[in-house]
């Protein structure tokens, strides 16, 4: 499954890369986020519960910051399971920061997740449907946490 | 599958007190034939299952020259299917189910199981809502009527309250010089369908003109999505072959579909495009013939 | 209680069973497990393939996709309820007399597919028979044989040679 997108925050580039890189405004920002906690340098240990109509996942996953270009390129390898069992995925993540100009800054991103195990056979229709609305809410509450920092 | 605590009401009293008491943490199973599939993968694991598949009083269907159709919430598919009443009446029901998973699956499964089930792809919402249909829905505080159009809130999500039921579907008779038809598009009868469209058309009596339409779509969006763009095509128009074509191609506009493995967004919205067209071509015929 | 086993009393093949099952059990568990009749199959376990098909009150339904305990009270005709002793239903003599069974393991659910059909309507068009046996899916066959198999059941079902 292929996910792409972009957005754009008004912070100032050096700011947002900071703050997206910081466990504590991940906890905060990302939907249904449980855990994130920075095991070292690289390494973040993590827990997210989702919810699709009656349907729960909470998955449990280790992210490794596969190439760090300060302040602009971020790669990041995923893998990780749902702890219900229905599933299991491998993830990579490309994202992009371009400061653009009022302010701004633009923020791109690529995913490549292969999942399998139930959650894939049940319809990629349904976890695409929800990472776009992932996608937004995060970046509404990114966006919410930025302005009460800058 | 989980073990979960179990209760088979006899009334629907009973399973009101029940969907009460365990709020949230109570599911309820009727037919069965979209929960228990959920429940068998470990996708769903309820605490308590509530089964109200027993409670026969919402076992019926009457119809009414006036007040039109009442389908009771555990009626089966196959039952609607089979109605002389319903195949008079409202044909387009009959003919639906016809084409809804396998005769198995109609012969247990209901139709309130499948609207409170909420999956995009299905078909007898979209039908349901070309019809201006409404729902009864029920919990120990009162009752409450919902519109067919706004129950679906998003995927597997519907406008039902933890302690509500879905009690009893509610169908108008028809205006006269009206036509309705359904289309989906499938590779096996019976399938999920790439894409399926409902149509209805009402026209002015002695002039012809479109006096209204309502174009209905499954497995094009996260709900069920009426094609409001595309009805406006119509509506007021003397409804010819290029403006059906236009009205496909608008709706396929509005449509969002998903994409998996039985076929890309793209190929969905060309589908959209197709099945627009026929359904709407067909609720107009019939139309003329009312 | 969680799993707290529960009284279910149903009727198969004629004959009346009391038993104690957890209510997560399906009626396709109850049948192969608790009562030995392992005619209806376990294919897909998701409610597509059919080959777990039984009559419940005289309609054709997946065991797979029902509680056992909503069985409870009704009545419930398997594969080894068909033949009358050593005499089979027309419908399980049609099948082997015209060929039309493969591997098997489809047969049961197919065959109790035919039987509701023609219990229903003992004149199906063959449209009626595609649709009957479009319910339990064979990975063998291409289908021809069982439906015209059905054809001639129907026929001798009826007073036919």
Sequence with gaps: MQMEGKFTLKAPIQKLWDTLLDPETLLSCIPGAEKIERIDEKTFDCVVKQKVGPISVKFKFKSILSKVEPPTHIEVDGEGEDIGKAGHFVQKSVVDLRQIPGGEVEVSYRTDATIVGKLAMFGDRIMRAKAKKVEEEFTKALQERLKNVV | MKDFEYFAPKTVEEALSLLSQYKGEAKIVAGGQSMLVLMRQGLIAPEYVVDIKGISALDYMTYDERLGLKIGALTTHRAIEKSPIIQKHFGVLSEMETNLAT????????IGGNLCHGDPAGDPVPVLMTLDAKLKLKSLSGERMVA??????DILEVDLEPDEMLIEIQVPVPRSHTGVAHEKLMVMQGDAGIVGAAASIT??????????ARIVLSNAASIPLR????ERCLIGKAINEDLLTEAGEVASKEADPPSDVHASAEYRREMVKVFVKRAAKRALEMARLR | MKGEPKELRLTVNGKVYELKVKPKALLNDVLRKDLKLTGAKRGCLESTCGVCTVILDGKAVRSCSVLALQANGHEVTTIEGLAQGDKLHPVQRAFIDHGAIECGFCIPGRVMMAKALLDENPNPSREEVKLAMQGVLCA??????QIEAVEIAAEKMRGGE
């Design chain 2, 103 to 110: 005769i198995q699956t109609r012969n247990w499964g209901t």
């Design chain 2, 148 to 153: 067919m159009e706004g129950f679906s809130k």
């Design chain 2, 203 to 212: 026209l002015k009596s002695g002039n012809g003109i479109c006096e209204d």
């Design chain 2, 227 to 230: 094609a409001k763009e595309a």
């Design chain 3, 140 to 145: 063998d066959s291409g289908y021809v044989k």
